[in-house]
């Protein structure tokens, strides 16, 4: 396993992030409990979840799974970079959502009692909230930090803009900020090539991209859709209509290379200077070890060159749209 710094931090985290957004729903807590410990076997270290995980009705559940696994000791929760996730409404009343002071302290000490564990490693704002000042959020993350409950703290998607707004505040309330953002970002959606990127790299940011494979239209979704094992429908299917013959041409590649469609679209990521780690979501072990493959995948410039000719990227903003 190769390991790289998050951000700027000095946090060693593997090129490869389990994400487990799948535990409980399409992934039963036995085989999310194999597929974790296959990850530390394989060496990831680096484990993202979130409190509403297992949504609706069930949310927290995801979290609760986990930490039955830590519960069951031998190291794991030592082992473990784990980061969890703050925004999303946890109940019905008006103050069990967002990123007010009161939401956070709530939702952090329901996350380490639903995780089994007394910190968390990466604590990441799910979302911008527009109705709360930095000032009040960093005053939260402070008390937090203080008291041992959060090591460092991470955005997940927020705009170029909405980082650099985070950082300011954090700089005047003398505290370090952002260590990483959360991104959709892969081979289909390049937009935080735009600005997303560039704020995070200046400001220091590991590049953490969710959706690696595009709801699974980079995964190889022509040839499953051909042998019929996979049939698309509702906005699935009109994104893959709409990018058909990119992903012809993408599969084709693929197959001249004698690579997975996924094991392409991971390792392209992981060949961007800026990303830290790409989120999998496996439901089983063995989606877990077909992803492991793309550490493996070296890319030389040429393919590289012929990726951006499919899914054309960006320049920096305003170079993109100026002169």
Partial sequence: ????????????????????????????????????????????????????YYWGEHRGKTEEIIGRWFAQGSGRRERTILATKVYEPMGDLPNERGLSALHIRRALDASLKRLQTDYIDLYQFHHIDRATPWEEIWQAIDVAVRQGKILYVGSSNFAGWHIAAAQAGAKAAGMPGLVSE??????????????????????????????????GLLGGVLADEQSGLRRLDGRAAVTLERYRRQIEAYEALAADLELAPATLALSWLLHQPDVTAPIVGPRTREQLESSLSALDASLSGEVLARLDAIFPGYKPAPEEYAW
Avoid at 33 to 48: S, T, W
Avoid at 187 to 206: D, N, W, Y
């Fill in 1 to 52: 396993m190769h390991y790289r710094n998050l951000g700027r931090s000095g946090l060693s985290v593997s090129r490869l992030c389990l994400g487990t957004m799948n535990f409980g729903w399409k992934c039963e807590e036995k085989e999310a409990h194999l597929i974790m410990d296959y990850a530390l076997e394989r060496g990831i270290n680096f484990f993202d979840t979130a409190d509403i």
């Fill in 182 to 215: 959360q991104s959709i970002y892969n081979l289909i959606t390049r937009t935080p090539e735009l600005e997303v990127l560039p704020s995070a790299r200046h400001h220091g940011l590991g590049i953490i991209p969710w959706s690696p494979l595009q709801g």
